[in-house]
Nanobody
Framework: VQLQASGGGVVHPGGSLRLSCITS????????IGWFRQAPGKEREGVSC?????????YTADSVKGRFTISRDYAKRTVYLQMNNLKTEDTAVYYC?????????????????WGQGTQVTVSS
């Protein structure tokens, strides 16, 4: 099982980034995929999660609702996180993870496999 997160970078407040999570080694249709983030000194938190094809639902944290959008491309086995109107408090390492139960919860301990993380820095 592999998850490869990419797309992070340094942007000014109000800017945009699109993160990608390319996956391999498991049945993508049946797994939920979540985006999590961890800032220095803080716990890892669920940002946005999308369930398996069978459950067909998603979760987005209140702190990013209206600014971040999660989507998945089944043909490419990839999940995206479009991040608009970025704020300084969005600065963190962003991780994608896969949950074989498929429900798409925002709880890190529900996820079985993790990618390596990509740094997002929002600074003026």
């Amino acid at each position: 099982v592999q998850l490869q997160a990419s797309g992070g970078g340094v942007v000014h407040p109000g800017g945009s980034l699109r993160l990608s999570c390319i996956t391999s080694g498991f049945d993508f249709d049946y797994y939920a995929i979540g985006w999590f983030r961890q800032a220095p000194g803080k716990e890892r938190e669920g940002v946005s999660c999308i369930s398996s094809r069978m459950d067909n639902n998603s979760y987005t944290a209140d702190s990013v609702k209206g600014r971040f959008t999660i989507s998945r491309d089944y043909a490419k086995r990839t999940v995206y996180l479009q991040m608009n109107n970025l704020k300084t408090e969005d600065t963190a390492v962003y991780y994608c993870a896969a949950d074989r139960v498929g429900a798409g919860t925002p709880k890190p301990y529900d996820y079985d496999h993790w990618g390596q993380g990509t740094q997002v820095t929002v600074s003026s």
